[in-house]
């Protein structure tokens, strides 16, 4: 090998080792807050629309105004029924992560176990009917969190699995529904413009064509909603 050669492998290995040696970059708690705090924001802002769209469906009668109106002042309850939600089944998860910790002898630093990952995402699917109908039943009971996680899980009682199916249905039709506009709106774009890539004109309208989809499906979604729980209401709607 020449001396050339060398050098450059010498080089090669230095910039290596160097990447090696550097230290892992862990993201600040500033931009860690911010970016929940932009999250919530976002879930809250949906979250209104969704409420105010089942009211619609709900009380065709009622002008878009007040029906954003009354979802803005109850919105508040819903997040925070939710949250107690999501804390109900972060208590239920305690003792089996645990036991986890003494058979599997994973320490905390580790994060929860795969086993505990799944039931997890198990147990919220499972629980997922049971709160379904509380963002459009908020629009007509009145009370706090825990009286709407009440309401929803005594007015879904007979019911689980066809709201069940409802929503599996609902979110593999929608998700198979934005591929489809994704890919064919990609092929097109690719065709005219080129292939799409960060900040082209092509990727902008994939992303334009699969937000309008979701959108679509976010209002749907809301409507069907309002109604089933017209349903529960009247009991119109009796099953297993």
């Known amino acids: 090998m020449t001396t050339p050669e ?3 492998v010498r080089r090669a290995q230095c910039r290596l080792k160097s990447r090696n040696d550097s230290p892992i970059r862990v993201p600040p708690a500033q931009s860690v807050t911010e970016s929940a705090t932009i999250a919530a924001i976002a879930f809250l802002i949906g979250l209104v629309g969704q409420m105010a769209i089942s009211r619609l469906a709900m009380a065709p009668n009622r002008s878009p105004g007040e029906a954003i109106g009354a979802a803005l002042r109850r919105a508040p309850a819903v997040f925070a029924g939710f949250f107690l939600f999501g ?3 972060s208590l239920a998860l305690i003792p089996l992560i645990v036991v986890d910790m003494m ?4 320490g905390k630093e580790a994060g929860a176990s795969p086993f505990i990952q799944t039931l997890s995402i198990l147990l919220a699917f499972a629980a997922v009917p049971k709160i379904l109908p509380m963002p459009a039943i908020a629009m007509e009971e009145q009370g706090g969190p825990w009286r709407l996680l009440k309401r929803s899980w005594n007015a879904t009682r007979g019911q689980y699995w066809r709201l069940l199916g409802f929503f599996l249905l609902f979110l593999l039709a929608s ?4 591929r489809a506009t994704t890919a064919v709106v990609g092929t097109f774009a690719t065709l005219l413009l080129g292939a799409p890539h ?3 004109v092509a990727q902008l309208l994939v992303a334009l064509a699969a937000g309008l989809v979701q959108g679509v499906a976010g209002a749907l979604y809301a409507a069907m909603l309002g109604r089933i729980v017209v349903q529960l209401g009247s009991g119109s709607t009796k099953g297993t």
């Open 198 to 200: 960060p900040l082209s």
């Open 103 to 106: 058979v599997t002898g994973v």
């Open 6 to 8: 060398v050098r450059s």
């Open 87 to 89: 804390l109900c089944i």
């Open 175 to 178: 998700q198979v529904l934005v």
